[in-house]
């Protein structure tokens, strides 16, 4: 039996419904934001079914997002707690927080 780790799932990002996911067996794990314009993403939930928690999956949903803004010169609002403690982790990604 193998073991899921976060660095083999495959993150997509849909931008018409504004949010990265992973497909995992019958759900999504996923990172939800609002677009305001070429200003800002507002990350607003991360979800992550019970049983793939604690992988390390919504961090990896909150990084390609992040990584996302960085690539299109915006900058993040974290609603979500998560993807704020996220951010406080990772000090390298403070630059993009407004």
């Known amino acids: 039996m193998s073991t899921l780790t976060a660095s083999h799932l495959r993150i997509v990002h849909d931008l ?4 990265f996911y992973i497909k995992l067996r019958n759900s999504n794990a996923e990172l939800r934001y609002v677009r305001h314009a070429d200003q800002y993403l507002d990350f ?44 406080k982790r990772h000090p390298e990604y403070k630059d993009l927080i407004i």
């Not at 018409?16 to 949010?19: A, G, I, N, T, Y």
């Not at 919504?58 to 993807?83: D, H, P, W």
């Open 16 to 19: 018409f419904h504004k949010l």
């Open 44 to 87: 607003t939930a991360t979800s992550v079914p019970r049983e793939f928690r604690n992988l390390g999956i919504a961090g990896q949903l909150v990084e390609a997002g992040l990584i996302f803004a960085r690539e299109q010169n915006m900058k993040v609002k974290t609603t979500c707690s998560y993807a704020a403690d996220y951010v």
